[in-house]
Structure formats: C-alpha cells, structure tokens
C-alpha cells in the first residue's frame, strides 16, 4: 500500500494534474455508472472528488455521496470543491473504507483507481460488495494492462541514477517483466491461470478478459467491463505531474529538494531523448449488481 501521507502531500500537485487526468477519469467511470436522483452512493478511496463530485450531481439533493479516504489533504479539496459547486448531499469521511459503513446501506458502490491500494484488493472488493443493498450495483475502475507502468519505470530509473544506488523494484515492474517474458502478450491468455490460484497479483486481472471472470467470482451478477480509452498528450509540466501528482510520489520520499530537482531534469531529459510524448491512461471500468 501508498502511505496515505503521500497523497496528502500530494494534493496540490494532485489538483493541478486533476483537470487533465483525474476528473476525465472519475467522470468517464460515473457516467458508465449511471447514478440515478436519490441514491446513496458510497465513493470509496474518493482522492480529492473526480468520482465523488459527479455522483453528486447526478444523484441530486434527495441523494447522498459518503466520499471516503484516508488521506485528510485530498479530503479538504474534495470538501472545497463540493462547496463551490453547491453540492450540499456529498459528505466527506476521513476514515478506512473497509472499515465504513453498514451492510446493505448502499444502492452504488464506486472505487476509481482505489482497489489496487487495498492490503488485499480481493478481500477488499468483497468488502465492498456487503455494503449494497440487494440489486445495488458496484463499479471498480483500474488502469487498463500496462498503463502508467512504462512512465512509472522512468522516473524510478531516474531516482536509482540521482541515488546512486540499487533499490527495490517498485510492484508495477514485475508486471512489465512478465510481459517481456511472454512476449508482450499481456495476461488476457492466463486468465484461466490466475482463476485457479487462491492469491493473485494485480496484473492477472487487469485485462478485459479477465476482469470480468474475476469481478464474478465477487458474487456480482450482470458484470460488463469496458475499456476507456484516452491519451494525455505530455509537456514538460504535465510529464512531471504525473509523477508528483499521483501514488508515484511515494517513490520521492527522503530524498532533498536538490535531488529531486536531479530527477525532474533526468527524467525530462530521457522523454525528450525517446520522443515520449504521449502517455496511454485508458482505463477499464467493470459494473456488477449484488443479486436481489
């Protein structure tokens, strides 16, 4: 898991980059989610409202959005934001998801890039399922196969350079070392593979093949998954962002501002060597309803 502290320190470069990544993100997700006038909708691992927000205004004043996270900074935003646009029926909740609410109490259960955070993203989602009423629905959403993993990489590389040292391979680089060693085939091939282990790692169910089996064995009837494709066309600042904006902070924890000066123009420098311009973050976005 990401410190929540991160995110905290994050949440004003985490609101810069929200307009361009965060909020295109959440919107897209609810939309698919379709919240109706009145319900109860429990946003969870809400960041600063990409998802929250437009729950809200979808739901209305006789609805309720419980926006959940641990990181209080992020919370504080989401709570700015919701006043500005008159969004009374959101409420922001600073506290373990997994450990809010009641069984039952919800009629939409939504996480948008949250599960893979959880100590156990399985366990966790199921936790989530016990939280909607009979017939309520939950949509996850998590980065499509491979997305973000390759810019991640890059700036770990850079910080290894700045170090001078060998570090531990942050968790995304196992997967892009499968990759390599199955030929760029991704996991849709081994999804039957990751159904008959009782622990699986993340990226044996981020593909749209087997996203959907897996959201099924969470006693979910109904499951669609769908791909949201976009692109984030990358400056300088941006490119950054991305970096400091998001779970990949973490990675700059202890070091000085002279040394991650050092890996902002690393960094910059290797985008500009490769011509790495665009940055892939499509998502996938699966909906389930819990049987009556």
């Known amino acids: 898991m990401v410190d929540s502290q991160h995110f905290t320190d994050a949440a004003a470069d985490y609101s810069r980059l929200a307009p361009h990544l965060w909020d295109r993100i959440g919107a897209d997700a609810v939309a698919a989610a379709d919240p109706q006038p009145g319900e109860r909708v429990l946003d969870a691992c809400s960041g600063s409202g990409s998802s929250a927000l437009p729950a809200a205004a979808a739901v209305g004043a006789g609805g309720q959005v419980d926006a959940v996270d641990l990181a209080g900074g992020l919370l504080d935003v989401l709570h700015q934001r919701a006043s500005q646009r008159g969004l009374g029926q959101v409420r922001a909740h600073q506290a373990d998801v997994l450990e809010f609410g009641q069984p039952g109490e919800y009629d939409l259960v939504q996480c948008v890039l949250g599960i893979m955070f959880f100590p156990d993203f399985t366990a966790g989602s199921r936790q989530l399922v016990n939280r909607l009423r009979p017939g309520g629905r939950l949509m996850l959403s998590v980065w499509d196969h491979g997305v973000m993993a390759d810019i991640g990489m890059r700036a770990f590389s850079s910080i290894q350079r700045v170090r001078d040292e060998k570090l531990p391979d942050p968790a995304y680089a196992k997967s892009v070392r499968k990759d390599d060693e199955r030929g760029g085939e991704g996991t849709a091939a ?74 902002r123009s690393d960094f910059l420098a290797g985008l500009h060597r490769d011509g790495f311009t665009t940055l892939n973050t499509s998502t996938l976005v699966g909906i389930g309803r819990r049987p009556v």
């Open 190 to 263: 081994h999804a039957d593979d990751a159904g008959q282990k009782t622990e699986l790692s993340f990226d044996q169910i981020d593909t749209q093949d087997a996203f959907g089996p897996w959201m099924e064995g969470l006693s979910l009837i109904d499951v669609t998954v769908t791909v949201q494709e976009r692109n984030l066309e990358l400056d300088d600042e941006l490119a950054w962002l991305v970096i400091t904006g998001s779970g990949f902070r973490s990675m700059l924890s202890g070091m000085s501002d002279e040394q991650i000066e050092e890996v």
